[in-house]
Every structure is written in C-alpha cells, then in structure tokens.
C-alpha cells in the first residue's frame, strides 16, 4: 500500500537520519514503526481487557488461557517474545 505522509522539518530530517544509520529506506522505517505502533495498540487493548475481566466479582475460568492465548497471539505477530 502507498500512503503519503507529512512530517514536521525536524522529525522529517531525525526519520532520514535514523534511516540513514539502520541502512534502510525512510519509507521501511516507516512502516517498521506503523506496525510497532499497532502492535502496542493491541497490546494494551487485550491488556485492558484482561483488567477488565479481572476487576469483575467472578473472573471466568479461563482467563489463564486467554492470557497466554494474548502472549502467543503476540509472538505470532512478532512480538518481543519472538525475537529473544
């Protein structure tokens, strides 16, 4: 997918420079941290609703199994249990 993006001055010239020192296109290193980006965003998505969950009188049976459900979901992902 295409997208066009504007940045200010200074956070444009830090993404060439980054990209620059990683030896990567600006626009890998920007997808690169879209898709970070997404992945905290789920992340503390599930995590809040495991909070949620856990906040309830009862908390459901398998709530071990939705955690580890949420980890492995995770490192399918490339998470950071998948690169260590």
Same mark, same amino acid.
């Given at each position: 997918?295409?997208?066009? %993006?504007?940045?200010?001055?200074?956070?444009?010239?830090?993404?060439?420079?980054?990209?620059? +020192?990683?030896?990567?296109?600006?626009?890998?290193? +920007?997808? #690169?941290?879209?898709? #970070?980006? %997404?992945?905290?965003?789920?992340?503390?998505?599930?995590?809040?609703?495991?909070?949620d969950? +856990?906040?309830?009188? %009862? %908390?459901? #049976?398998?709530?071990?199994?939705?955690? #580890?459900e949420?980890?492995?979901?995770? +490192?399918?992902?490339?998470?950071?249990?998948?690169?260590?």
């Open positions: 997918m295409r997208l066009t %993006v504007n940045l200010e001055d200074d956070l444009g010239r830090d993404v060439r420079r980054l990209a620059e +020192a990683q030896g990567i296109s600006m626009s890998r290193l +920007a997808g #690169e941290a879209f898709s #970070e980006y %997404v992945r905290q965003l789920r992340r503390r998505e599930f995590g809040q609703r495991v909070l969950m +856990a906040g309830r009188v %009862v %908390v459901a #049976e398998n709530a071990d199994a939705m955690l #580890e949420g980890r492995c979901d995770d +490192a399918e992902r490339g998470g950071d249990d998948a690169r260590i």
